[in-house]
C-alpha cells in the first residue's frame, strides 16, 4: 500500500529549488541542506534542574547551596562538571564526544511563569505572546522539501506554522478512576515520605487533561516513535518530542533519577532507531527555565531562571562542556537566588540551524526569529 506521506515528501523533493524560491525568495536548494540532515528537539515541560543534572561537582559554594541534595556520585566530564549518574548512556555519548553540555541558557523571558516561559522558548521571539506561530514551524516552512513530525498529543506551538508539520500522537492511555484517586488519596497522606509525591502527581495528572493530555506518553517511547518517523532518504528531517513533569518542588532526589533514567532511556532509544542517520543528527535538549541555586525546606527546589542544555548526536562537536559559566557565588547569582543566565537559547537554535541545516542568517534573524539580529548564533557546535 502506497504511504500518502512519502509521495508527498518525494514531489516536494522534486520540486527542489523552485519552490525553495517560491516559498521563500533568497533560499537557494543549497540552504536546505541536501545531506540529508536530521534535528530532534526535545522539550522537558516543568523546569528540568540542570544543577542537578550537570552539577559542578568541586565548587565549594554549590555544596553549601545544595546541602544533602548536592549530587555526590556524578561521572566525572571535565574535571569541574560530573552528569548525574542516571545519565550512563549519555556519559558514553560525552566519552565519544558526541555530547555537548551548554551551561547557563534561557530563553529571553528572565521570570518564573511556566506558561509564559514555555510560550517565549516554543514561539522564538523575545517575549511571551510574541507570535502565534513557531520558530520550528517557521523553519520548515523556509524548507521547501522538508517535513517535520511532532509527537504529541496536540500539536506544540513550537511546531505551528507550517502545513508540512504532521502530528504523531499515541493512543491515550486509561485514566485512574477520580474514586480509586479519593480513596488512595488517605492512605498516602498518612506517609510523610509519600504525601508529598502524591501530591504532585495528582498535580501533574490535573495539568496533563487541562493541557491536551500531554505527558501520555513516556520519553523513551516518544523519542523511539521520532526516530523512526525520521530514518530514511525520505523521511522528516525535523522532529519535536516533549515530556513533562520536572516541576520538582518536593523530593526532587527520587524524582529526578526516575526522569534523568527515562531521559538517557530515551536518547538511547533514538540513536538505536535512527540507524546510520545517527552521523547526521543532532538532538537538543532544553526546558523552559532552571531552578533555584539553593534547595528549599522540602527537599527539593523552586523556578528559577538559567538553566542548562544538551546537544547530542553524531554530528555534535561533544565531548566538552560550552557556555559561559557565571559561577554560584553570592555576588553571581541572579536577584540572588539563581543561575544566571550567559546565553541566550535563541543563540543555541540559530547555531544549530546555521551549521546543521545551512538556513541563511538573515532568515534567521527576521524570520525564524524575529528581531534579533544582536543574539549572534554560537559557533563551533558541530563537527566541521
Known amino acids: 500500500m502506497t504511504d500518502p506521506r512519502m509521495t508527498r515528501r518525494r514531489f516536494l523533493a522534486a520540486l527542489g529549488g523552485t519552490a525553495a524560491l517560491t516559498l521563500w525568495p533568497g533560499l537557494s536548494p543549497a540552504a536546505t541542506g541536501g545531506a540529508q540532515t536530521r534535528l530532534l528537539v526535545v522539550l522537558l515541560r516543568g523546569a528540568m534542574d540542570g544543577l542537578h543534572l550537570l552539577p559542578p561537582s568541586d565548587d565549594a559554594d554549590y555544596r553549601r547551596l545544595r546541602g544533602a541534595l548536592a549530587v555526590a556520585d556524578a561521572q566525572p566530564l571535565d574535571g569541574h562538571f560530573g552528569l548525574h549518574p542516571k545519565l550512563s548512556f549519555a556519559h558514553g555519548l560525552y566519552a565519544q564526544r558526541e555530547l555537548l553540555p551548554i551551561v547557563a541558557v534561557a530563553p529571553p523571558y528572565h521570570q518564573r511563569s511556566h506558561f509564559d516561559?514555555?510560550?517565549?522558548?516554543?514561539?522564538?521571539?523575545?517575549?511571551?505572546?510574541?507570535?502565534?506561530?513557531?520558530?520550528?514551524?517557521?523553519?520548515?516552512?523556509?524548507?521547501?522539501?522538508?517535513?517535520?513530525?511532532?509527537?504529541?498529543?496536540?500539536?506544540?506551538?513550537?511546531?505551528?506554522?507550517?502545513?508540512?508539520?504532521?502530528?504523531?500522537?499515541?493512543?491515550?492511555?486509561?485514566?485512574?478512576?477520580?474514586?480509586?484517586?479519593?480513596?488512595?488519596?488517605?492512605?498516602?497522606?498518612?506517609?510523610?515520605?509519600?504525601?508529598p509525591m502524591f501530591a504532585d502527581a495528582m498535580a501533574e495528572a490535573d495539568m496533563d487533561r487541562s493541557d491536551g493530555a500531554r505527558g501520555a506518553f513516556r520519553l523513551p517511547e516518544a523519542m523511539a516513535a521520532a526516530?523512526?518517523?525520521?530514518?530514511?532518504?525520505?523521511?522528516?528531517?525535523?522532529?519535536?518530542?516533549?515530556?513533562?513533569?520536572?516541576?520538582?518542588?518536593?523530593?526532587?532526589?527520587?524524582?529526578?533519577?526516575?526522569?534523568?533514567?527515562?531521559?538517557?532511556?530515551?536518547?538511547?532509544?533514538?540513536?538505536?532507531?535512527?540507524?546510520?542517520?545517527?552521523?547526521?543528527?543532532?538532538?537538543v535538549v532544553v526546558t523552559e527555565f532552571g531552578r533555584t541555586a539553593a534547595a528549599n525546606g522540602s527537599a527539593g527546589t523552586d523556578h528559577g531562571v538559567g538553566g542548562m542544555a544538551l546537544l547530542a548526536g553524531g554530528a555534535v562537536r561533544g565531548g566538552r562542556v560550552g557556555g559561559d559559566w557565571p559561577g554560584l557565588s553570592p555576588s553571581a547569582l541572579h536577584e540572588g537566588r539563581d543561575l544566571r543566565p550567559t546565553t541566550d537559547l535563541r543563540a543555541l537554535f540559530k547555531g544549530v540551524l546555521a551549521s546543521h541545516l545551512r538556513v541563511p542568517e538573515a532568515a534567521l534573524e527576521t524570520r525564524i526569529f524575529p528581531d534579533s539580529r544582536a543574539v549572534r548564533p554560537l559557533d563551533g557546535l558541530l563537527r566541521a
Open 117 to 195: 516561559a514555555q510560550d517565549c522558548l516554543e514561539n522564538g521571539t523575545a517575549a511571551p505572546g510574541g507570535a502565534r506561530d513557531g520558530w520550528i514551524g517557521r523553519c520548515i516552512g523556509a524548507m521547501a522539501a522538508d517535513e517535520g513530525v511532532a509527537i504529541a498529543q496536540v500539536m506544540p506551538l513550537a511546531m505551528r506554522g507550517s502545513t508540512r508539520a504532521e502530528l504523531w500522537s499515541p493512543p491515550l492511555p486509561r485514566p485512574v478512576p477520580d474514586a480509586l484517586m479519593q480513596q488512595l488519596q488517605p492512605l498516602y497522606a498518612a506517609d510523610p515520605a509519600l504525601a
Open 227 to 283: 526516530a523512526k518517523r525520521m530514518q530514511g532518504a525520505q523521511a522528516a528531517r525535523i522532529g519535536f518530542v516533549e515530556d513533562t513533569g520536572w516541576d520538582t518542588h518536593r523530593g526532587q532526589q527520587a524524582a529526578l533519577e526516575r526522569k534523568f533514567g527515562e531521559l538517557d532511556a530515551g536518547l538511547r532509544a533514538y540513536r538505536e532507531g535512527i540507524g546510520d542517520d545517527w552521523v547526521r543528527s543532532v538532538v
